[in-house]
């Protein structure tokens, strides 16, 4: 079992988690096993005492970029997009509050019947009483993915760190999914990130923590305990940052 008491490394991290994880073993849409297991991990990681805010994909509902590749106007499929981390957020809220954690839901589209609208101050405030805020809708505008959403609520929330839970633990030189040669990296620089290309997130949202100095930790959040142990410093992962190690 975690001992949650243990020293953690960060005070407030944003987590963020791709809508692909949330599938599960399915071929789409949102398991409900492996919605529990994340709030149960956010549920450890509340337990010890640090603040902790949320983004989630929507990729397993819908992603904006396949539509408009099917030839959708990228504005209206982006918008759609927007709307399943909507549903996914609800789907966390509601995983987290039937254990037991306080949990808002605020969306940069405002839709006053199922959240609150983002308001950064509010949210803040959120985070200091406690609670888990979800952020939802991305940043409100097409043409902007959830990694640059995270990326800018990691910065408006003064966040210590930003925590990216994938399916791999960490960045490779290649996807080890296809190539098994691959290597994992367990330091990077921002500049490393950029310059080689390597798809940790989007580029936009990887020069935003460069500016704002938050290292990105990326981890696989498949397994259970993974997330409180990476934020300890320990487990397989990836940390980028201003210096390689």
């Known amino acids: 079992m975690s001992d949650t008491n243990a020293p953690q490394k960060y005070r407030r991290i944003l987590l963020k988690v791709s809508g692909e994880v949330l599938m599960g073993d399915t071929p789409y849409g949102i398991d409900t096993n492996t919605v529990s297991a994340v709030a149960q991990d956010v549920a450890e990681i509340m337990k010890s005492g640090v603040e902790l805010c949320l983004v989630i994909g929507g990729g397993n ?24 981390t909507v549903m996914n957020a609800l789907a966390m809220q509601d995983a987290l509050e039937r254990i037991g954690v306080q949990t808002r839901v605020q969306s940069a589209i405002p839709m006053a019947t199922v959240c609150e609208p983002y308001i950064r101050r509010r949210a803040q405030r959120h985070l200091e009483k406690g609670r888990v805020v979800i952020f939802a809708a991305g940043t409100g505008n097409p043409y902007f993915t959830t990694d640059t959403a995270a990326a800018l609520r990691a910065a408006e929330m003064e966040c210590d760190a930003l925590f990216k839970g994938t399916s791999v633990d960490g960045v490779y030189t290649a996807d080890p999914k296809k190539d098994p040669a691959a290597e994992r990296y367990d330091h990077l620089t921002y500049m490393d990130v950029l310059a ?5 997130m989007d580029a936009s949202a990887v020069a935003l923590m460069r500016d704002s100095n938050i290292p990105i930790v990326v981890f696989s959040i498949k397994g259970r305990g993974n997330l409180l142990n990476v934020l300890r410093g320990e487990g397989t992962h990836t940390v980028v940052s201003d210096r390689a190690a």
Do not use: P, W
């Open 196 to 200: 080689k290309d390597l798809r940790v």
């Open 61 to 84: 509902i819908f992603r904006g970029m396949a539509g408009a590749a099917k030839g959708m106007e990228r504005s209206s499929a982006d918008y759609m997009g927007m709307l399943a």
